[in-house]
Nanobody
Framework: QVQLVESGGGSVQSGGSLRLSCAAS????????MGWFRQAPGKGREGVAV???????MYADPVKGRFTISRDNAKNTLDLQMNSLKPEDTAMYYC???????????????????WGQGTQVTVSS
């Protein structure tokens, strides 16, 4: 049974930092494209960043230069370091896993077959 468990969310003031973590189990983690997605109240879910099996990362434009995604294939963990946070970063953040050959991207998100329950990030101005 695949499980993705996020942690590290919380409340922070604008300009602050948070580090999210995702612990994965029940899958051959090193084979998967891993990603972070987010959903703000009243909005659709959007991709934030993904990282492929080899550690190559891709970011959505709104977070480029501020967020860093990383993975540890030995520990089956995925992290998202978020710096210079803005109120518009407020959302529920989800960890997700996809196994579609060598593909790895933020879209289409329906290729991500496994999802965590999410962790809330709130940024106040």
């Amino acid at each position: 049974q695949v499980q993705l468990v996020e942690s590290g969310g919380g409340s922070v003031q604008s300009g602050g930092s948070l580090r999210l973590s995702c612990a994965a189990s029940g899958l051959t983690y090193s084979r998967y494209c891993m990603g972070w997605f987010r959903q703000a109240p009243g909005k659709g879910r959007e991709g934030v960043a993904v990282i492929d099996r080899g550690g190559v990362a891709m970011y959505a434009d709104p977070v480029k230069g501020r967020f860093t995604i990383s993975r540890d294939n030995a520990k089956n963990t995925l992290d998202l370091q978020m710096n210079s946070l803005k109120p518009e970063d407020t959302a529920m953040y989800y960890c997700a896993a996809a196994l579609v050959g060598s593909w790895c991207g933020v879209r289409p998100e329906n290729l991500f077959g496994y999802w965590g329950q999410g962790t809330q990030v709130t940024v106040s101005s």
